[in-house]
């Protein structure tokens, strides 16, 4: 277990300290881009299409323009005047900002309306009279290869088809050659249906253009201002913006995971409306319009695990048909277009993989957002976890003891899986022992034993995952180039309180907490003493920002070693101080001393005021670091997820009786907080394994965009949480430390849909899609009774 | 068609002339710049919005702000002394009853109301009695810890008064 080294009062590394930022939260003071008002602003609200993919024909604006206080209607031809009227995506796909001639999607933005308050602009919005020509939706990805299909993007030079790529990794031979002789083979087509985040904050943004100093400011719900900031000067340049003359602000933000890392085309509509009026624009998305467009998931996967009889695994295929909508809009490494998908071979050692995958387009949403999982870590884990299921039930096995026999062993870390992750540590075999021991696995085969005797319908699902997070090294990974390091820089002020600022950007997850503690742990200021800022381009040191679980992994090492920068700037002060070579001076938490004579001190308090007013000869004044770290690695935080259900066999009602979560996220830097991500991401576990998923008709109309037919848990839905922890810290980051907010999200879907299914294994119910409602089971009941 | 209405508003009076179709969540935020009410939702399902009106808690984003009209109006800015915490604000910071913090004066709005109408709930109607009110980021362990706490200490202050 995890030793504090430092006092409470401290509050470095392992203390549950409170959280810095919650006061303001509390009392109603927090920042949040719809907060935000500025002098003279404009409100702007979307137009949006009711078709699925049709022609416009004509867009008429008088009627709205007629309305007092509706300042403009901007559309795709005004826009198109500044070759503003296409964006690139982040995947090197291109998206319209608004269309000059055909839309693609439902609700997707037709054209904006600029007035004097919302209530106007929503008048105005109604007033623009669109004629379209609808056509017919491809809205099932496998139609989109048909042959007879038509060409959805005949903008993009040279695309034949409707296919965005193909990407394969592994070895196919070998794979079908193992797979072709093996004792055992399961199969399965595995869907993980179209998700959206659904934070409980919209998107929205104000753009704020100065004419004369022709600056521009915008507030803007991101995860990644940085890059949003080169984005812009990447869209925009041309007409202007350049990139010292914008400056993104990323307020506080009302939950991200993954949603607020896309550039939305409204952004850029209301930078472009605020560029051209010269006045503040803010654009606050419905939740309707938040629902229906961006999503996460939507993959086909036929997948393939091969074993020997009694249960070894040998190898694992997994052919996938990827929905992107009409743009592939993924915020992925570049390198990187499925991802971390390449994970799917789980946590498992066997030595034969491979992963292939097509990518198409159709007549939805762009999407592709990264859902509280690091790119597509959320799909190859449901795969394999279903998988190894299947096979613990097509062989017999305990599915526990399946996974015991297979398991990475501990002292084989570093461990390089068969389609190319060097795994960093791990053991697994504790952590899943942790979690049976503490839900009780083995009373509970025994309780299943009995109630199975009697007809009763009882699951016991279980999930260990490995996940890849923390991108990421920047030989491999970068975003539009970008390599994908993050930042810190440390101000020590002359009282011996400090300022440090980064270059990711919290929705939620602690940071003005979890950075302080870093710094008291690694300088032993007190984290009381200390004040983290983000989200600010001006003032912020350049970085990637949070998405991935990359905060600690990246900035947060970045924080540990600009603070031992330093640390080493410090022992030469304290040995000037102190009169005695700098080979003399020991460091304990907070003071310096002369080796041998502990009572021969300086506080780093007393060094940072010395860096100021009593400077060696020689050296540069001040007491101020920065670093840029760029992993050497990515860090692999695994888990065991246990669920127990039982299902009402005459109404298919599943009752989610134990849910215990063990994590692995090496050291851990404040247990509370971790404790509360973990609940956090559980529950958006279970959404998408029991209530959540967006539908389509087959004009392509979205049939659940509101929050009263797309059902996010509430506390009521969401389970009594049971979480605890092993610890294996990462070898090569410098406290030792993974990330850990997406592992539940990627661990419970599998683990909730394996209890499920076992409990209906006894009707013959092999497999069922996510998201599983009752409806779902009921419908399966009655075709296996 | 616009309305002079009077309310009083985290105990003071304030006069406004009103749209007939103006929101009370708009009114509270835009016209009286209170924005620790906040607005998830089109469909009265977040609770994002949630206010006393005359000690009940209401969604503020499905009322007009002319039938507030006489209305007695607690939003989160007014449930402590400045510089203080209200036993729930407390609870919430101490059990980790928030992270983004975008649903937490709803909640704790909410919950206001829940432990009026019952000082001392046991777990599953906590659970029921927020199920108005969606959070996405806390899992709803620590919202529930956070209630509980707090009417723990509410009648523990009430019964020393
Ligand atoms: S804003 Fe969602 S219920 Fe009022
Ligand atoms: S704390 Fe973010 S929505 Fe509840």
Known sequence: MFKCKTSAEVGGMGHSVKRKEDARFLHGKGNYVDDVKLPGMLTMVMVRSPYAYAKIKSIKKDKALAIPGVLA???????????????????????????????????????????????????????????????????????????????????????????????????????????????????????????????????????????????????????????????????????????????????DIGGGFGGKVPVYPAYVVAIAASFLIGKPVKWIEDRSENLVNGFARDYHMDCELAATKDGKIQAFKVSTLADHGYTDSSANPSKYPTGMFSICTGSYDYEHAFAELDAVYTNKAPGGVAYRCSFRVTEAVHAIERMVDKLAAKIDKDPALLRLENFIKKEQFPYDSPLGWSYD????????????????????????????????????????????????????????????????????????????????????????????????????????????????????????????????????????????????????????????????????????????????????????????????????????????????????????????????????????????????????????????????????????AMYEGIEYDDEGNVLNGTLMDYLVPTAVESPHWETGHTITPSPHHPLGAKGVAESPTVGAPPAIANAIIDALSPLGIEHLDIPITPAKVWEAIQAHT | MKHEITVTINGESVTAEVDSRLLLVHFIRENLDLTGTHIGCDTSNCGACTILLDGKSVKSCTYLAVRADGAEITTIEGVAAEGTNHPLQQAFHDQHGLHCGFCTPGMIMRSLDLLKNNPDPSEEEIRWGISGNLCRCTGYNNIVKSVQQAAKEMQNQSETV
């Open chain 1, 425 to 688: 540590s791990g053991d697994y075999e504790a952590t899943l022992k942790k979690a049976m021991d503490m839900v009780g696995y083995d009373d509970y085969k025994k309780e299943q034993a009995e109630k199975r005797k009697e007809g009763k319908l009882m699951g016991i699902g279980l999930c260990t995952f490995t996940e890849v997070v923390g991108a990421g090294p920047s030989k491999d990974f970068d975003i539009l180039g970008i390599a994908m390091f993050d930042s810190a820089e440390i101000r020590v002020h002359p009282t011996g309180k400090a300022m440090a600022r980064f270059g990711t950007k919290s929705q939620g997850q602690g940071h003005e907490t979890t950075y302080a503690q870093i710094l008291a742990e690694e300088l032993g200021i007190p984290y009381t003493d200390i004040e983290i800022e983000e989200g600010d381009t001006d003032t912020a040191p350049y970085g990637l920002g949070t998405y991935a679980s990359r905060s600690t992994p990246t900035a947060g090492a970045a924080a540990a070693i600009a603070a031992r920068k330093l640390k080493d700037k410090g022992k030469k002060i304290a040995a000037h101080l102190l009169e005695v070579s700098e080979e003399d001076i020991e460091w304990e938490v907070g003071k310096y001393f002369v080796k041998g004579a502990p009572e021969k001190s300086k506080t780093i308090q007393d060094v940072a005021f010395a860096a100021y007013t009593n400077i060696p000869p020689g050296m540069e004044p001040g007491f101020e670091a920065t670093h840029y770290y760029d992993p050497p690695n990515l860090t692999f935080p695994n888990g065991a997820y246990i669920c127990v259900v039982e299902v009402e066999q005459e109404t298919g009602a599943i009752d989610v009786k134990r849910f215990v979560a063990i994590d692995d996220c090496g050291n851990i830097i404040n247990p509370m907080i971790v404790e509360g991500q973990v609940h956090g991401g559980l529950t958006q576990g279970i959404a998408p």
């Open chain 1, 73 to 251: 209607v901007i559309t795709g031809e005004d826009l198109a005047q500044y070759n503003l009227h296409w964006m690139p995506t982040l995947l090197s796909d291109t998206q319209m900002v608004l269309p000059t001639d055909t839309v693609m999607h439902q609700s997707q933005e037709v054209c904006a309306v600029i007035a004097t308050d919302r209530y106007v602009a929503v008048d105005g919005a109604e007033a623009v009279e669109v004629d379209y020509e609808p056509m017919q939706a491809i809205v099932d990805p496998y139609k989109a290869l048909d042959e007879d299909a038509p060409l959805l993007r005949p903008d993009k030079e040279g695309q034949k088809d409707n296919q965005i790529y193909h990407w394969e990794r592994g070895d196919r031979a070998k794979t079908d050659a193992v797979i072709a002789n093996a004792d055992v083979v399961v199969k399965e087509r595995i869907y993980l249906p179209r998700i959206h985040v659904a934070s409980i904050e919209t998107c929205g943004c104000v753009a704020s253009y100065d004419k004369d100093t022709q600056k521009l400011l915008v507030y803007l719900t991101t995860q990644a201002p940085h890059a949003i900031r080169t984005v812009v000067a990447l869209v925009a340049g041309h007409v202007g913006l350049s990139e010292e003359k914008i400056r993104i602000i990323s307020p």
